[in-house]
């Protein structure tokens, strides 16, 4: 089988369904998800030889796995609904692991920056990319048919993100990066 299949040099791209221009809101919206699968690998290509942090990567592998469940259920034009993949459990058990984060990490006391350690580093860009890409299916559920538990799943996934990389961080004796406002480019950190 080729990779390449020639279909999409006119710019249109296959939903399930039907075809669309690639810039269809629905093609941004499982495309992001797409981009946040991607970071995920890259976080867990970070966190997985990290043995403080085997129970992430494992968890990572699982959430990928999801991200492609996500994307799947966006990919179905609107006279097409089936039976979606994602559910409320997804969620749930997303919430869960968040407590349990919340946990191993010190008492938040002031706004917490991207960073410590790479593992954090690359969770917060894990988070940032999934608040775009909900934001992209909130837009989308606005002028089409969707999956309602894929906003609320890159809700909690993102909120996940956060809270995994400040363990992330505490698991591996690192110090999360406190925000200093007003913070001056001549001043000592």
């Given at each position: 089988m080729r990779l390449y299949?020639?279909?999409?040099?006119?710019?249109?791209?296959?939903?399930?369904?039907?075809?669309?221009?690639?810039?269809?809101l629905r093609?941004?919206?499982?495309?992001?998800i797409d981009e946040l699968n991607a970071f995920t690998g890259q976080a867990l290509a970070v966190i997985e030889p990290l043995p403080e942090l085997a129970g992430l990567a494992s968890r990572l592998k699982l959430i990928m796995n999801e991200l492609f469940d996500c994307g799947s259920?966006?990919?179905?034009?609107?006279?097409h609904?089936?039976?979606?993949?994602?559910?409320?459990e997804y969620a749930v058990r997303l919430e869960r692991w968040i407590d349990e984060y919340q946990q191993q990490a010190p008492e938040i006391r002031q706004f917490v920056l991207?960073?410590?350690s790479a593992a954090a580093a690359v969770l917060h860009v894990c988070r940032t990319v999934c608040r775009r890409a909900e934001r992209v299916?909130?837009?989308?559920?606005?002028?089409?048919?969707?999956?309602t538990e894929a906003v609320t799943?890159?809700?909690?996934?993102?909120?996940?993100?956060?809270?995994a990389a400040r363990a992330a961080n505490s698991k591996l004796g690192i110090e999360d990066v406190s925000y200093i406002p007003g913070l001056k480019a001549d001043e000592q950190l």
């Open positions: 299949t020639r279909t999409g040099d006119k710019g249109q791209t296959a939903l399930i369904g039907s075809r669309v221009p690639k810039d269809h093609v941004e919206a499982y495309g992001t259920d966006l990919s179905y034009d609107d006279e609904q089936p039976e979606y993949k994602l559910t409320e991207p960073g410590g299916v909130v837009t989308l559920a606005g002028h089409h048919t969707v999956n799943y890159l809700n909690r996934l993102s909120d996940f993100y956060f809270a």
